[in-house]
C-alpha cells in the first residue's frame, strides 16, 4: 500500500516514516537475530550432504531430516511478515528453493507434493531467467507429482549450475552452493492435517539422501505440538531443533520507541488514542500489524479533520509554514482551545495583538511551535531517565514498559499521582550500586539527547557520581547503614518494604542520616525536580492540538465497531437516529408511530421460541391502526388492511434478513426466533 | 466533548459545499501533482490543503455508535414468555398517549380483544386450535397467493418473458454489472478497447437472470404496488440521515486509497447509499457491482467477471485458489491496474462461506483492488477470523439508513415469498414443460412417492436404488446412467435434493412443500 494523498506533501518525514512502516523494515530487523540461527542451522544441517561423505553413519543419520520448529507466537496475522522476510534471508542467503505451503491448500499428500513442486519449480525460473523456455512449458500440472521426479528435477537443476561457465558458477557459488538444500515451509503447522505431514515425513526420509531437504514449521502455540500431531515413529525421523522468534509485546515496544518516542516523527498520540491502541493490542489480538495500521488510521483522520495539521511536520518547515499562513488558517489557530488559554493570560495589548494581527500571530506561533519541539526533546529524555528509575523498582508502581509511564505523563501530572509518590520513597531505598548504574544510565540519556538544556543536568549527575565514588573511599562510617541495606535488599515485596519505609521513617526522627542517605535523598529530589520540569502532560502545552491526536471515539467506531449494538439502537431506540419528535419515547419502551420494523421487533420480543405468524400480525396491525387513527375509515378499510400486511410482510422479511428469524419446519405459519436479547 | 463539537464546527466552517464529483477531480490533480512539488511552493500546498480539509469533515456525527448501551441489555438471558404477552404489549402500544385515542376507540379494543382470545384458546383447546390453524393457514398466505395470481397471464407467456429479458439491458446485469469507462485515462486504453461487457454479461448470465427475475417481477409486483400506496414513514428524516452519510464518500475514497477496505453496517438498506457513492465516485475508474443478497450469485461468477471483464482473458480456471492466484500476478505485475469492489451484502447466503470469504479476503488485499462492502446480519463479523480481518483490514463504518430492504428481500430465498410456494409451483410447470416425457415421468414417480410419505415426519426421502428399481418397472429408463443423468439435470434445476443417510445410501427429495406439490400434480394430470 502506498500512502501518497495528502500526507507526503504534508510532511515529507511523516511520510517517509510510514512508508517504512508499511514494508515493516523494523520487524525484519527485529527478527534478525532469528534469522541469522536459522542460516548456521541451515548451512550446518547439509554439510554432510555437501561433502558427499559415504560413510555408514552419515546414512544412518541421513534418515534424519533436518527440522526447524520456529515459535513464532500467537499473533497469526503478523507471520506473513515473518515469513516473507525469511524468504528474502534464505534466497540471499542459503539456497533459491523454496516452498511455503499453507493447511488450507493441502488437503492431501498428492495436493501438497503438487503445491510444493510448482513452487519450487517456478522458483527455478525465476533464479536463473534461463533460456530455456520449453523446459518451463512443461507445466507443473502435467508432470507427475511424485518424489522421484522431485529428484529428478533437483538432480537436473543442480547438474545445471555444475555445466554452466566457471565464471557464472562462481558467482552462483558465493551465494549457495553446489547443491543448495530444499527448504520446505509450513506456515501454520498446527493446521494441518496429522496424517498429510506424517505421509510427507516418512515419504521424504525415504529420500533424504538424494535430496537435501530441510523443513521448517511455523508454530503459533507451543513446540510440544510437534510430538502431540506426530506419533513417535515420525517424529523420531526428524532431527529437530528450536528456534524462538521476537514475542509480539517486545514488537510493541519496539515499533513504540521507534514512532512514537522520537522527537523527529511530529505527529504524537495523544493519551486516550494511545490507550485505545494498545488495549486492542493486548485484549483483543496481540497483533502488531493491526497496531500499526490503528497507527495509519490515526495519521489520516489527524490530518484530514484538524485543519491545523498543516503545521504537524518538522520545525523547519512548520516554521515556513506558519509564515504563509492564509487569513481563515490563523483563523483557525485562533479558535484552539489551548490558545485560547494562551491568549488569556497575555497582557491586554498582547491580546489583541494576537486576535487581530494576522502577522503578529505568525511570529507568535513559529516562537510557539519552537517551544513545542523544545519540549518535545525534553520530554523524551526525561521520560526515559524516569523510566530507568521506575523500572528498578519492586513491583513497578508506574508501570515496567516506558509505554505505560509514557500514558501516565501524558494522562495528566504524573507527580501528583498515588504511584509516582510511592515510587519515589521506594526509589529513597534504593543501594548504592543501582543508583549508581541508573546514573550512569541517565547521564548517557542526556549526552545522547538532542536537547540543548541538559548540559547543567549531565554536571549535575555527574557530579552525583564522583560524590558516590568519594563515599566508597570513607566507607567505614557506612557500617550501620549497610546493615540496613541488606536488610532491605532481601525483602523484596512492597509490604515488607512499606513496613520498613515506616520504621526508617520513624528511626531518621533519631538517628542523623548518614552520608548516603543524604545524597540519596538528593539524587531523588533532583529527578523529581526533572520530571516536575520536563513531564508536563502536552495537553497543558499551547497548540498541542498540531501535533496530538485526540479523538479515541473516531479509533473505537471504526476499528473496534459493535454492529450489533448499532441494529439494536436502531430497533429500540429509533429516535437516536430519526430526529423526529413522535418517536421520542422512555427508556426502554417504543413510541407507536415508530418504523414498523421497530414495531415488528419489539413485538416478537415478547414471543417464545416460536412465533405465530398471524398472531403476530394481528398485533402489529392492532398498533398500526392505533397510530394511524382516525382516518382510516371504513369504506376503504379492505384497502389498508392490504397495505398492513404488505408492510408487514415486508417488516418481516426485514427481520429475517437481518437474523432475527428463520423459517420454521416444525410448525405452519410460525417462525423461529434466533436471538434472546434486547428485552 | 465540547472540544470535539468546536471541532466539529471549525471543520463545517471550513468546509464549503462543494459539489463531490468536482472534489474528486482535485484530488485526482492533486495526486498528480505531488510528484513535481518542491518546497517553494509551500503556499500552492497550502491551498491545497482546503482540499484536505473539504475530504476530511470529521463527522463526529450525533449518532454516534450505540456504545451507550451495555452488552447485558443485548446479550441477555432467555426468560420465559407468556402467549399472550405479544398481544398485550401491542395493546399496551396501540394506546400509548400522544395519540388522538378518543376516536379509534371503539375499533382498539375490539381487535385487542380479539387477539388473546385466539391465543387462549390456543392455550386451552389443542383440537380446536387445530381447526383454528387451518383456517389460518388459508387465510395468511392465502391472500398474498391469490394477490399474486393475478399477474400470471405476465407469466403464463413466458416465451414472451424470455423474449424480452434479453432486452431489458438494464435490469439483467443485476447480478453481476461491470462498468468499464477508462476512455479519460490512457493507461486504461485496454480496457477501454474492449466492447462494454455489459452485453456479453448479461447474455451469459441470462438464464440465472430468468429465474431471479420470475421471483423479482411477480411476486414483489403486487407487494411493492401495495407498499407503494403506503408512504415511507419518516422520510425527510431518513433523507438527512443518508446526507449525512453521503458527507463521507470522499473520506472513504481516501481511506480505500490509503489501503483500507470499508465495511458498512447498520440499520437499513445501504444498497442505495452504495450506488450513490459509485455514481459520484467511481464513475471514472473500474469497478464491479456484485449484489450479494441475489440467491444465485457466486464466487465463480465473482471471479470470472474479474477475469474475463477486467483483465479481458479468456479461458478457464481449474479452482477460485488458481483463479484467484491469477489475479493476484496479473495486478502485481501491473500497477496501473485498479479496482474497485462493491459487494452488497458480503454476509449474504451465498457468499458466506468460508472459502468464498477466504477468497474475498485475499481479493481485498491486493494493493490496486479496493473493496467496499455492506453487511446486514446480526452475526455477519462471525464470519471472520484474526486472520481474515487481517486480510481484509477492515475500516467500520455505521451507516444506520432506515431505508427498506427493497431488493435484498425480494428473491426466493426471502421468508414470506418462499412460503406462498406460487413460485416454487411456476417454477417446477415451467422447467418440466420443457423436458422429455419420461424425464416427466420420472419426476412424477418421485413426487408421488414424496406425497405418499407426507404423514412420516422422520420420511428421509427415496433412496436411489429404490428409485432406479421403480422407474425400470414404468419403463422410464433402462440403465441407472441415464436415471443418473436425469437426476443431475433436476438437480441443476434445483427440482431435487440428494443427501446421504445415515447407511450411506443417496435419498432423493423434492424440496417443495406438500400442497404445492399436490398442485403441481394435480396440474400435470389436467395437461395430460
Redesign the interface.
Known sequence: ATVYLPLKVLSPPVFSHLSIFLHMHILEDLNKQLFDNLVSFLRRSHSEFQEKTTEWTCRMKSKEIPTAALVLGVNVTDHDLTFRSLSEVLQNNITPYIAFLEAKDCPGVKKLMQKLMGQLMNCYVDVDSSEDEDYVQVSHNRIRCSMTSLINWYESVTKKTDSETPSKKRTSSSRHWQSPPVVVVFKDMESFSTKVLQDFIVISSQHIHELPLVLIFGIATSPMIIHSLLPHSVSSLLCIELFQSLSCKDHLSTIIDKLLLRASFPFKLGEKVLQVLINIFLYHDFSVQNFVKGFQLCIVEHFCSQPVSVLCCQLVDAKKRADSLSHDQCENIRKLPSFRRYVESQVSEKQIALLTEDTYLKETTQKLLEDLHVYHENYLSVLRCLHVFTSFLPKYPLGKQIRELHCACLENQVWETEEYESSLQLARMLNKSDLVTMLQQCVEIFVSSSGKEFDNTVEKLKEFLTQFQKLEEAFQEQDVSVSSQKELQKKTDLYHLQKTLLELKESRRYKKLTKFEMLRFDVVDYIDSLVRNYLVPANHKTLHEIAYFNTASVLREHLNAAPRIALHTALNNPYRYLKNQELKSDEGSISNKAPDICIVYKLHLECGRLINLVDWLEAFSTVVMAAEGPNADAASSDQVDDIIHARFIRAVSELELLGFIKPSKQKTDHVARLTWGGC | DL??H??NQ??KS?KVQKNKTQLMVG?KR??KK?EN?S?DE??E?????N???A????T?D??????S?S?G?????????R?S???????E????P????A??HS??PE??A??PQ??KR?SSDKVQQRNK?KE??S???Y??RK?LTAPDPYLESESEYSASCSEEDEEDQKEVSTVLSGQKTPAKTKAASTPPPRNTLAKKNKNKMCEGMFSDNKLSQT?HD??K??PL??AA??K??NQQHERLFS?WM??L????NIVL????SKRDLLEKFRISALQESVHLVVNG?FPSITLRSILNSITEDVLNHIGTFRSP?DQLEFIIKRFKEDSSLELYVLIHNLDSQMLRGERSQ?ILAQLSSV?SIYLIAS???????LLWD??K??LY?W????T?T?S??VE??SYEN??????SGSLALSSLTHVLRSLTLNARGIFRLLAQYQLENKDNPSYPGLSFQDFYQQCREAFLVNSDLTLRAQLTEFRDHKLIRTKRGADGVEYLLIPVDDSTLADFLEKEDEDL
Open positions: 472540544f470535539k468546536i471541532q471549525i471543520g471550513i484530488v492533486f495526486v505531488l512539488i518546497d509551500a503556499q500546498i497550502l491551498e491545497e490543503k482540499y484536505v480539509a475530504l476530511g469533515l470529521c463526529q450525533p449518532m454516534g455508535n450505540g456504545s448501551v452488552g441489555e443485548v446479550y441477555s438471558f432467555q426468560t420465559p414468555k402467549s404477552k405479544m398481544a398485550e404489549l401491542a395493546s402500544l396501540a394506546q400509548t400522544g395519540q388522538s385515542v376516536p379509534d375499533e382498539c381487535k385487542t380479539k387477539a385466539s391465543s390456543s390453524k389460518f393457514v387465510t395468511t398466505p391472500r398474498l394477490r407487494l401495495l407498499l400506496k403506503a414513514a419518516y428524516e431518513i438527512e440521515l473520506k481516501l481511506q486509497h490509503l489501503g483500507f453496517y447498520g440499520l437499513g443478497y485458489p477466504q494493493p453487511i446486514d446480519h446480526i452475526n455477519a463479523p484474526q486472520a480481518l487481517s483490514n475500516l467500520w463504518y455505521e444506520t432506515f427498506p430492504y435484498e428481500t426471502s421468508l414470506l415469498v418462499q412460503q
